[in-house]
């Protein structure tokens, strides 16, 4: 079919990505009727976000049920590659039946057009391609079967779906994302399938601003469920029996009590399936990660974690302008300054600072147990891990220093010793030879990493410990058992893709502070130590 010659006014419309979709694209709602394309909020955002200058082209969606995420990526790229010359988009979905949705969706806006006269001329049409050959342009629909997925091509619309539910996300993604041009356009969305994989990265990389590993600037869209205004169930009468969770997500995002009558019933609902209502429907881009998966901890520890995150008071030391230093600031988060009289211990977890794990230096207030302040980064080597420990340390009242000794650590240890001279370094304490000090730092090894767990285990879920710093919950969030053989004894690692390094450095500070105890001064100001741990 050809394409009658549009008047002015409807030629305006139709080159305006925003209007074009209300003004000419229907859509089947969830009652299978056929209805004007109206915007819901998270839909209208989305459309605006992406038309502004200089915005992101790759676009990481983390996205509850039936919010129209899917939807409105359809309806913009149908309407640019049936407007727009030389233009390939490309579908990956996680299926055959999903992929065979896609095409029908984008048949129902080529008929939307059709109707009206605008539609473009219809080359081939099958399960794999819908061509517009006077157009010179194609939408193409693959399901994830493989790193050989959109490499005969130049992508410039591509649409990755459900990727957390892909066979073989990393091969797919791999070879796709790689026919994409700079100026191409990426949208990766996806419902939460479980911590660990590509997906979590990406979402991890677009939420935290910086480059995932597979490549690109990514932006995070994450609209949770209570942007959609369906989601509302029964009257706004009173609810006299909430949860903590409950009346924290009432005050803090004005819900109403009809928002949390149907999480009640849909949450019901999910208990039949074994599927978590935090994975289907996402509160915040972290717990629903951890929903359903492995984590020693319960959602409810996960949600108060997460209620503690708060964003720092400044990053990098104040004061401090050497050079030598600044290049450091943007990993050194603080929430609190050092308060007169108050004690700290700062553990630290080291990294060789080759971009694979990092390096985790902690500071934690004896008394109350909150993480006041935190260095976490994957490219700082032994050396700058000496200078910054113990600029931090002098900053906290000459904290008492908990650096880890394996491996690459013990440089880290000497050097705090013998080079900075740091005063107040943790040595190996062993009750049985109570007149015998050990070397400096802390070791990891068989008989104390139960001890690193054991302190985990206690202080987190009892909320003993207080938490600011949303990569220390990441992290913590992370964690699974794990046995390398049947009869081997369990062991607290982060799944695979992800890091535990700040997580192993708290429980070490939660260890060192009972085996070591601050000055006999400042005793009076100390909580009673629930249970001494020994070697």
Known sequence: ????????????????????IEALFTIPDKHN???????????????????RTGASKRRAHLKARQVGESSIIVARNAGKVMTTPNTTALVIAQDGPTKALFRFHYHHHLKDLQRQGLAPEVGEDNKDMLEFPTLGSRVLFETAEGEGVGRAWTINLLHCTEVAHWKHPVETLTGALQSVPEDGEIDIESTPNGAGGVFHNIIKAAGA?????????????????????????????????????????????????????????????????????????????????AAGSRSPFKMATIQRLMR?????????????????????????????????????????????????????VVVLDYRTLEVVAAYYDNETNTVETAEIADRIGHFYNDALLVPESNNMGYAVCKDLENKYLYPNLYYTIDPRRPEYVG???????????????????????????????????????????????????????????????????????????????????NAQTQPTVLRRRTL
């Not at 839909?43 to 976000?49: A, I, V």
């Not at 001890?451 to 699974?480: C, F, K, T, W």
Request: hydrophobic residues 35%.
């Open 308 to 360: 503690d995150v708060r964003p720092p008071l400044f990053k990098g030391l104040p004061a401090d302008d050497r050079d030598s230093f600044r290049k450091y600031a943007q990993h050194l988060w603080i929430w609190k300054e050092p308060q007169i009289g108050r004690d700290y211990i700062v553990p630290i977890d080291i990294s060789e600072g080759f971009g694979d794990d990092f390096t985790a």
């Open 209 to 289: 601003k910086r480059t995932a590993q597979l490549g690109g600037r990514w932006e995070l869209f994450f609209y949770p469920w209570w942007d959609t205004d369906e989601y509302i169930a029964g009257d706004d009468s009173p609810l006299y029996d909430l949860t903590t969770h409950e009346a924290w997500l009432m005050a803090e995002y004005n819900l109403t009590f009809a928002h949390i009558r149907w999480r009640r019933d849909k949450a019901e609902e999910l208990s039949f399936t074994g599927k978590p209502f935090e994975q289907e429907y996402p509160e915040d881009p972290i717990t629903c990660f």
């Open 33 to 51: 009727r056929v209805v004007a394309f109206k915007y819901w909020k998270n839909q209208r955002d989305y459309m605006e976000r992406v038309a």
């Open 439 to 521: 070397d400096v730092g802390w070791r990891t090894d068989k008989r104390t990493r139960p001890m690193v767990q054991s302190a985990l285990m206690e202080h987190i879920p009892s909320g003993n410990v207080i938490i600011y710093d949303e990569r220390g919950v990441q992290d913590l969030i992370s964690l699974v058992w794990k046995k390398e053989t049947e009869d081997a004894r369990p062991r607290l690692e982060a799944m695979p893709g992800e890091h535990d390094d700040y997580a192993m450095a708290l429980g070490i500070g939660l260890v060192a502070r009972e085996l070591q105890p601050p000055p006999a001064q």
């Open 1 to 20: 079919m050809t394409a009658q010659t549009p008047d002015q006014g409807l030629m305006e419309v139709l080159l305006d990505p925003i209007r074009r």
